[in-house]
């Protein structure tokens, strides 16, 4: 649109009017398309080639070696040129970067990336929605939604479900927990929480399921005792009879149970809580009930093995996440809920963003569901992955993952150089390097030290836990690429590193280790 009497000049294709055009240049714009072209196919072949060119997935750097790297840089006074930037990169954070995609990456939940997940990542970045609210996000929003309702009908939560994509497990459990909080007071008929009605508010949860639920109820302002773990069994399962007795306990200490946390895929190993019969025990108590499936929702594609979550489907909230089990890059993770209507507790209006006239007009704001206000396109990535690729074949990598994880718990229970806890129905595997003679104190100590050689070595990364009090070693397998002789070999250096640490100790003298 002109003003009355103003004369609109044409500028050449691309020209930039004005002292500010060299700032302009590096805006993505229609004017600076080939430049955009350019620098990512640079940027794309960088990291192509490094990725190709690993031959292990760590470098072994230490933070004293790369932090007066990174800490010398003068970010007032910049390169000016990408493939320099690029080169600097490359020094700083490319040769040393830890590589999922490596198969000897044994260690945390980080799985290796699909290609369509990477190509939503590059189109939801260049494009930049903000799924806060419809006139940000448009297709986004319906898109968002759609993978939301293809969710929650592969659990079964039924047609009154809903839910929101977020950050992460830590933040979909915050979320589960804010809603359970404020439920179970609208249930006892208080309007508005104070500290001494939030003081009589308990969580069960499993002795082994995730610290968030912990953090999730500190920043709720429920005090430290306001989370209560239940004992596991012999395979690191809930207890269902110390649950009951524990909702018992609290009822006739006047306590409330706002909440109980079930895990489908304990962070360390693998367990996946009895669904049914926690459900069983919620219902009967009026209790929410939450599942934190943020490892195990692979499963909900899995060709083979959809029953071991069979009754997730009678859960209040689940915590999914994609960046785990469905090969997405981080971060890609939901929250959903049988009842839509609870969603509300995480609602607030603001005039100038979501006004509460949006809702009468049935405009879809995701913004009225979530705990943030600006928030990515990441359910780009996941559609782009089902489109592309199809729920089968994730589900597929995903079983391969758990087959090689039990021919781990094979070779270790095989070797004598070794102890291992409970076979998962996952793919994590709880271990370590247990000799004849030596005394627990030296054990501990042989198997820290074995898994930081390792890391720095860098030949080669597995992840660590305390189990019943004694240090373990845990292989986390997320990589169809990892073979058994990967394992195999992986096995033989930690044993090489902890035999070592505990010759040279029994010696008494340390030398050099051994490669």
Request: include cysteine; charge should be negative; aromatic fraction near 6%.
């Amino acid at each position: 649109m002109s003003l009355p009497g103003a004369t609109v000049q044409a500028l050449p294709t691309g020209a930039l009017p004005g002292p500010a055009a060299t700032e302009r240049a590096h805006l993505f714009t229609a004017g600076s398309v080939a430049h955009y072209r350019r620098v990512l196919a640079d940027g794309i072949d960088r990291v192509a080639d490094r990725v190709a060119a690993t031959d292990r997935p760590f470098t072994g750097v230490t933070p004293q070696d790369l932090a007066p790297r990174i800490a010398g840089i003068d970010l007032d006074r910049p390169l000016g040129d990408a493939g320099a930037a690029l080169d600097e990169l490359h020094d700083v954070y490319l040769r040393d970067a830890v590589y999922f995609h490596h198969p000897r990456y044994l260690a945390h939940l980080n799985c290796p990336v699909v290609i369509p997940a990477l190509l939503g990542e590059a189109v939801l970045s260049a494009v930049n929605s903000s799924m806060d609210t419809w006139d940000q996000s448009a297709g986004g929003t319906l898109i968002e939604r759609r993978l939301i309702d293809w969710t929650v009908d592969r659990i079964g939560l039924g047609p009154a479900a809903d839910g929101v994509f977020s950050s992460g497990g830590t933040q979909s459990n915050l979320q589960a927990m804010l809603l359970a909080r404020e439920e179970a007071l609208a249930r006892a008929g208080i309007g508005q929480s104070r500290p001494e009605t939030l003081s009589g508010l308990r969580i069960l949860t499993s002795a082994a399921g995730h610290f968030s639920v912990q953090k999730a109820a500190k920043l709720l302002g429920l005090g430290p005792e306001a989370v209560i773990t239940v004992g596991t069994d012999a395979d690191r399962r809930m207890r269902t009879d110390e649950l009951a007795r524990e909702i018992d306990r609290c009822r006739r200490a006047g306590l409330r149970v706002m909440a109980v946390v079930a895990t489908a895929g304990t962070t360390d190993f693998g367990s996946i809580d009895p669904l049914p019969a926690i459900a069983d025990s919620c219902a009967a108590a009026g209790v929410w009930l939450h599942v934190d499936a943020a490892y195990g929702c692979g499963l909900l594609v899995s060709p083979t093995r959809r029953h071991l979550l069979d009754g997730i489907e009678r859960a209040d909230s689940v915590t999914v996440d994609y960046h785990k089990s469905f090969f997405q890059p981080v971060s890609s993770s939901a929250l959903v809920v049988r009842d839509r209507r609870v969603l509300r507790h995480a609602t607030w209006h603001a005039d100038y963003l979501n006004p509460a006239r949006a809702v009468e007009q049935r405009i879809p704001n995701q913004v009225d569901k979530s705990l943030q206000t600006t928030r990515r396109f990441d359910a780009l990535k996941l559609w782009l992955t089902l489109r592309i690729m199809g729920p089968d074949a994730v589900g597929a990598l995903f079983d391969e993952v758990v087959d090689r994880a039990d021919a781990a718990w094979q070779l270790l229970a095989e070797d004598p150089r070794f102890e291992v806890v409970t076979r998962s129905p996952l793919s994590t595997v709880v271990f370590r390097y247990l000799p004849a003679g030596p005394g627990r104190q030296l054990v501990d100590e042989a198997n820290l030290y074995a898994r930081e050689a390792l890391a720095t070595s860098g030949a080669a990364l597995v992840a660590g836990t305390t189990v019943d009090g004694a240090h373990h070693l845990k292989f986390t397998l997320l990589n169809p690429e990892t073979t058994e002789d990967d394992i195999a070999q992986v096995l033989d250096l930690l044993a090489e590193h902890a035999g070592w640490y505990l010759r040279t100790r029994t010696a008494g003298e340390l030398s050099c280790p051994v490669g």
